[in-house]
T-cell receptor, first 112, second 115 residues
Framework: QQQVKQSPQSLIVQKGGIPIINCAYE??????FPWYQQFPGKGPALLIA?????SEKKEGRFTISFNKSAKQFSLHIMDSQPGDSATYFC???????????FGAGTRLFVKA | NAGVTQTPKFQVLKTGQSMTLQCAQD?????MYWYRQDPGMGLRLIYY???????DKGEVPNGYNVSRLNKREFSLRLESAAPSQTSVYFC??????????????FGEGSWLTVV
């Protein structure tokens, strides 16, 4: 019940394409869903986050879509650039809980 | 602004040796964490400290010990290193683990190889 399942494991797109990364969860107590971005040799950093009371959140070229009934959420990167090449982690947290649960990660490569 | 600083950056250990990974944060955060990252496994929580004076096990605590030395510092100790502990270790901190919207700030990682 604590798992967050992330797919795909890796993704290659052309510059300008729209990569989509999907995550699914079981625990309905989760109430905060962040995405972290990690560049090679660095630690992950918060990219964008959403709460289950909204179905979509946009920040620049990054959009989270959230489907509460299906217990799924996804990250879309509009007009992807080679600089977006990184590993992306979805995560889930519940108020009152001590742990943020991370997905397994998706390695994205954007071809120039 | 240093954020979360961890040392060493790289370390090679022989099986059975012990070592301590050091971590310090300068953001006045209450909660600190140690994660390990392995290919295809994501980030797995080893131990966390919700507040100064407390520590608790995460998903994969076996073979590790931790010390919350003060509010700023949280160390991870491998008492008898094993090849299965070859990994990248991340120290992290957040304002308060139980708060909704809890953003975790990560250090740059420590690459550990056990031979």
């Amino acid at each position: 019940q604590q798992q967050v399942k992330q797919s795909p494991q890796s993704l290659i797109v052309q510059k300008g394409g729209i990569p989509i990364i999907n995550c699914a969860y079981e625990n309905t107590a989760f109430d905060y869903f962040p995405w972290y971005q990690q560049f090679p040799g660095k630690g992950p950093a918060l990219l964008i986050a959403i709460r289950p009371d909204v179905s979509e959140k946009k920040e620049g070229r990054f959009t989270i879509s959230f489907n509460k009934s299906a217990k799924q959420f996804s990250l879309h990167i509009m007009d992807s650039q080679p600089g977006d090449s990184a590993t992306y982690f979805c995560a889930a947290h519940n108020t009152g809980g001590f742990k943020t649960i991370f997905g397994a990660g998706t390695r994205l490569f954007v071809k120039a | 602004n240093a954020g979360v600083t961890q040392t060493p950056k790289f370390q090679v250990l022989k099986t059975g040796q012990s070592m301590t990974l050091q971590c310090a944060q300068d953001m006045n955060h209450n909660s600190m964490y140690w994660y390990r990252q392995d290919p295809g496994m994501g980030l797995r929580l080893i131990y966390y400290s919700a507040s100064e004076g407390t520590t608790d096990k995460g998903e994969v605590p076996n073979g590790y010990n931790v010390s919350r030395l003060n509010k700023r510092e949280f160390s991870l100790r491998l008492e008898s290193a094993a090849p299965s502990q070859t990994s990248v270790y991340f120290c992290a901190s957040s304002e308060a683990a139980r708060v909704s919207g809890n953003t975790i700030y990560f250090g740059e990682g420590s690459w550990l190889t056990v031979v």
